[in-house]
């Protein structure tokens, strides 16, 4: 019994030897979901909203914005300022001058940070408005403050009496360059007789006549001619006026009696109206025009073949600076002066009349221009002569 025990206990031992000797079974491969990776989002900072734009809004005289003078010549400067400071600027035309100060409120509703007027006539609404509201920054062309004189109705006649911090005065020596075209008129003239005469009776469109009938003086000084100017008289006052800034038809009115009193070149210092004094010449053949603000050529080309030059004053330049500096917090109010010496002011190229224009007269521009710029000439010296 013990012996059949131990053989089948040897069996199993064998047997179970055999068993783990063999093969092993393959394991069944057991699915399994690929691992998944958790990516935190990149952190973003809060930003800021973008500042509002600058806004600058720009007052026309009655003249309109297309003028071709200086009302065309402001918004210039204020295109020019859009394109390279990304400002936002627009402007509002007056038809008539209860429209002034109808528009300057506009702006103050819309809180427009800068507010251009534009011309001798809003000189008094914008002193107004700048007195009661002496945060808002202002710049007027043509004009300056205080404007006052003894005796003139405050607020009525004149704008203020005072200083106007919140104010910035565009001023131009336009005489200066006036006197160039004046002596170059009185060079060029055929006849012996130029003419000039302007939209209103103010001091910025007389200034132009002034140093027009002085630059003629001066080459009758020079030149022992005898060359006269129609229309303007500075030792009386007097002059032609056409008392608008708007009618062609005056213009072309005015053009015509100057030219039947012998005068070929004319100075008209009166926005659109000297357009029609351009439109009869060309028509006619019989004079030339000397533009004005602006060159008449580049903003009036189809008139270039009788424009000789123009007076410059460069409001462009004046009211481009003025943005800049509101911009950049450099405004300041009173008085900026433009004068020939920073090229404030100047004479236009003389374009199709270059080749007619002598190397002689051209040399003579150039002296009188470093003489006024020196100050060894002056408007006011050779009209006292």
């Known amino acids: 019994m013990k012996k059949l025990f131990v053989v089948l206990s040897v069996l199993v031992v064998l047997s179970l030897a055999l068993t ?3 093969p092993k079974p393959t394991p069944t491969p057991v699915a399994t979901e690929p691992p998944v990776v958790v990516t935190e989002a990149p952190t973003v900072a809060p930003t800021e909203p973008p500042a509002p734009a600058f806004k600058v809004g720009q007052v026309t005289d009655l003249g309109g914005i297309d003028d071709k003078s200086f009302n065309a010549s ?3 400067g204020a295109e020019d300022a859009i394109a390279d400071m990304g400002i936002e600027a627009k402007y509002l035309e007056s038809q008539q001058q209860s429209d002034y100060a ?3 409120q506009q702006y103050l509703d819309e809180k427009t940070d800068l507010i251009i007027t534009v011309g001798f006539l809003l000189g008094v609404d914008t002193a107004k408005f700048a007195q009661a509201n002496p945060d808002q920054k202002f710049a007027i062309v043509d004009y ?4 006052c004189w003894l005796g003139a109705n405050v607020g009525v006649e004149c704008g203020t009496d005072q200083d106007l911090p919140n104010v910035r005065g565009l001023a131009f020596q336009t005489d200066q360059a006036a006197f160039l075209a004046g002596y170059l008129a009185a060079g060029m003239t055929q006849t012996g007789k130029v003419a000039t005469y302007g939209g209103l009776s103010i001091p910025t469109v007389t200034i132009f006549m002034k140093g027009f009938e002085a630059g003629v003086k001066y080459y009758n000084q020079q030149k022992g001619a005898n060359v006269e100017v129609l229309g303007w008289n500075t030792a009386t006052g007097k002059g032609t006026f056409a008392n608008n800034f708007e009618s062609t038809d005056d213009g072309r009115r005015l053009a015509e009696s100057f030219m039947q009193e012998s005068a070929d070149i004319i100075l008209p210092v009166a926005g659109q109206v000297g357009l029609g004094s351009a439109a009869v010449c060309k028509e006619t053949g019989s004079c030339k025009v000397i533009g ?3 060159d008449w050529v580049e903003t009036a080309p189809e008139y270039k073949e009788v424009v000789l030059t123009s007076v410059l004053k460069k409001i462009d330049v004046a009211v481009y600076k003025t943005i800049q500096d509101a911009v950049d917090g450099k405004f300041t109010g009173g008085t900026v002066t433009y004068t020939i010496a920073d090229g404030g002011v100047d004479i236009a190229p003389f374009h199709d009349f270059d080749a007619v224009v002598t190397a ?8 009188i221009k470093a003489a006024l710029i020196d100050g060894s000439l002056t408007v006011d010296g050779v009209l006292a002569q």
């Not at 300056?144 to 404007?147: C, E, F, K, L, N």
């Not at 002689?360 to 002296?367: F, G, Q, V």
């Open 144 to 147: 300056t403050y205080p404007d």
């Open 20 to 22: 783990a000797c063999g």
């Open 74 to 76: 402001a918004w210039k």
């Open 102 to 104: 109808k528009n300057i």
């Open 292 to 294: 004005v603000d602006a």
């Open 360 to 367: 002689e007269m051209k040399a003579e521009l150039e002296a």
